[in-house]
């Protein structure tokens, strides 16, 4: 699919970079015309992912967080957010809803947040190396309503 | 940048209410959390409300601040409630199953506290 307009945005893996990171996706993403509730999706989705590679992947030191974000043709848009963190050894385990490796107040949930908000979830990851999450969200706008 | 969430805490006999505003998340979870807790144990309520009328975004943070509190209510025979919700929010909170901790009810909808 052809891809209509592309943003890259590299941010240092620090707490207060959740809000305008999801703040920056969500407004780019506006081109797509997407309704409030779209635009709030895609607002969890990349928040749970960017409170991840803080929390997890950097383990709170300042690490880079990499998001790049396509808008293609077919009204979707495609979000990749990257990390050069610890990496994660099981995936698979890693997005049982309610597993966590912190306890604590993390609910465990941040994968299954992100699954159910957008249309498609790939998680890949190499331990050592990184992660990479890639969010995959047809707009519909106001034809959904 | 500061905390972009903040946190009002209200008492009323045996209620306390806690009205957040903002935006919840990782970065301003934490000291909403320690407010409301330190409200918690110091009046020792029979109801917590959360009240999130002014919470304009949430992420799972807001599931994890409601899972927290209701752990740590369970020993003190105190009930949860949640008001307010933007759909966004109750989406989020009804994934997670906080309905079946709490009494969740969205804004608009007619909430009387029950003792």
């Known amino acids: 699919m052809k891809v209509k307009n592309e943003m890259k945005l590299q941010l240092k893996s620090r707490s207060v970079n959740e809000g305008y990171a999801r703040m920056a996706v969500s407004a ?87 699954e159910s908000f957008s249309d498609s979830l790939k998680v890949t990851s190499k331990k050592g190396k990184g992660t990479t999450v890639t969010i995959v969200k047809r707009i519909k706008g106001k034809a959904s309503f | 940048m500061k905390a972009n969430a903040e946190v009002t805490i209200k008492t009323e006999k045996k209620t306390v209410t806690a009205v957040l505003s903002g935006e919840i998340d990782h970065h301003s979870a934490p000291p909403i959390r320690q407010a409301i807790d330190e409200a918690v144990i110091v009046f020792e309520p029979e109801e917590l409300v959360l009240d999130f009328g002014l919470v304009s975004f949430m992420d799972s943070s807001g599931i994890g601040l409601v899972m927290g509190r209701y752990r740590l209510l369970e020993d003190m025979k105190c009930k949860l409630s949640v008001i307010n919700l933007s759909s966004h929010a109750f989406k989020v909170m009804k994934l997670a199953g906080l309905d079946k901790i709490a009494n969740l009810t969205k804004g608009g909808d007619s909430y009387e506290g029950k003792k």
Request: aromatic letters at 6%; one cysteine or more; glycine letters at 8%.
């Open chain 1, 28 to 114: 780019f993403a506006c081109e797509l015309d997407p309704n409030v509730e779209e635009l709030n999706d895609i607002k969890t989705a990349v928040s749970e992912a960017v409170t991840n590679c803080i929390v997890h992947a950097y383990n709170n030191e300042l690490g880079t967080i990499y998001i790049t974000v396509k808008l293609l043709e077919n009204s979707t848009v495609e979000i990749k957010i990257r990390d050069r963190g610890c990496g994660i050894e099981d995936v698979k385990q890693a997005m049982t809803p309610l597993f966590t490796t912190l306890g604590g107040d993390r609910s465990g949930l941040g994968f299954s947040v992100m």
